[in-house]
């Protein structure tokens, strides 16, 4: 049994056009470089830049981070007060 399934298995590998199947890869993937490579030289990033930056700023200009900072102590004051309200309720 195991020799009918080599026997098969060696007549596929015999029959199998690799260099085919290898160029028709290469071809696929350097299909794929010329898209990225096309992308990456026109696409303006610096552009992108100034608008990610324009975006942080308008972030930084509206959040108001003392109400941040305050929140974020609340935050702390209420779990401390929950421990405390379960540990001094704890007979």
Do not use: H, Q
């Not at 830049?49 to 981070?65: M, N, P, Q, R, S």
């Amino acid at each position: 049994m195991g020799t009918i399934l080599a026997d098969k298995l060696n007549e596929v590998v015999d029959s199998w056009d690799s260099y085919a199947w290898g160029a028709k890869l290469g071809g696929l993937i350097n299909n794929g470089l010329n898209v990225a490579y096309g992308f990456l030289t026109e696409f303006d990033f610096t552009a992108l830049g100034v608008k990610v930056g324009e975006a942080f700023t308008g972030i930084l200009d509206t959040v108001d981070f003392d109400l941040l900072g305050r929140t974020f102590a609340a935050k702390w004051n209420a779990l401390f007060d929950f421990i405390y309200g379960v540990v001094t309720t704890i007979p």
